[in-house]
């Protein structure tokens, strides 16, 4: 960042993403992924733009994604389409420190708020929710509800989070949980978590001033949520992955706000090879695509 304005860096050279990753991945650079937004708007989908990379323990690499996304909400205010980011911690510095974190999310948040661009904060393993929450708090409190944070139904103690979230001006997201935590803070079986996502959902459409972001695939679910929507009046959108259901996305678009999550960016592999292993439904979605 210089002179409080963040620059663009060209990235390195790599290897292009095949045809079969590009299902799921918007490409390699920040231009591929506003264009990819670009075209989601001319189908009534919004966007919400992540730059792959988690997991960061040097500061340099930290303030160097920090520093694109501060550069891609800049880009985003020119763009004809409804589109946000969403950050990881790990990915802006929780593991070096929360203070770091903290302040890395703050650059954001600010170039953000001055633009008007809305922040999602990714939940990522359990290890996290607490520093993620907290720093949602306080910006949550300052932002006139400019932020949104993720948690995840499979952990025992979401509905808590959910109770003390209530109050805040921001967005929640909902999601299943794509984790493996520990069976004594989480639920297992796969009906269980079900049941904590339905009670989720209707605790957040009872509670929620600022609406509910559904985070789910499952038609059940998102059947659901329409039906929590037609009793509380409370507002929803409903957020999908890029390169799964996309007919579905298109569709619930005509009757609902809909948000496309683009992943982008050179560390494509490892997240392309994690959304093959968490649902054999996508598995089968790039088989398919290979003999298309």
């Not at 409804?82 to 070096?96: E, F, H, R, T, Y």
């Not at 025992?156 to 921001?170: I, Q, S």
Request: overall charge negative.
């Amino acid at each position: 960042m210089v002179g409080g304005r963040f620059t663009w860096v060209r990235p390195a050279d790599v290897v292009m993403i095949p045809p079969v990753a590009n299902n799921f991945v918007a490409g390699e650079t920040a231009a591929e992924a506003i264009e990819h937004a670009r075209g989601l708007e001319r189908r009534g989908v919004g966007t919400i733009l992540n730059l792959l990379g988690e997991h960061y323990g040097d500061p340099a690499d930290a303030a160097a994604d920090t520093a694109v996304y501060g550069n891609v909400v800049e880009r985003l205010s020119s763009v004809d389409a409804d589109a946000c980011v969403s950050v990881k911690p790990s990915q802006i510095g929780l593991d070096v420190s929360e203070a770091l974190f903290r302040e890395n999310l703050d650059s954001i948040v600010d170039v953000a708020d001055e633009h008007g661009t809305f922040v999602w904060i990714d939940m990522e393993d359990h290890t996290t929710t607490d520093a993620t929450l907290d720093a949602y708090e306080h910006h949550a409190r300052g932002t006139d509800g400019n932020v949104g944070v993720c948690v995840q139904s499979n952990l025992k103690r979401t509905r808590g989070d959910l109770e003390r979230l209530a109050a805040l001006p921001g967005k929640v997201r909902l999601v299943k949980g794509a984790y493996d935590p520990p069976r004594e803070i989480a639920y297992q079986d796969r009906e269980r978590v079900d049941r904590a996502y339905r009670e989720d959902l209707e605790f957040a459409f009872e509670a929620f001033e600022g609406g509910v972001a559904v985070g789910s695939h499952d038609p059940a679910m998102i059947d659901r949520a329409r039906e929590l929507h037609a009793e509380y009046d409370t507002g929803f959108e409903i957020q999908m992955l890029m390169g799964v259901r996309e007919d579905a996305q298109t569709e619930l678009a005509r009757e609902y706000p809909v948000y496309q999550y683009v992943p982008y960016g050179r560390k494509w592999f490892s997240y392309f090879y994690r959304r093959l292993r968490e649902r054999r439904r996508n598995a089968l979605f790039a088989l398919r695509a290979l003999v298309d």
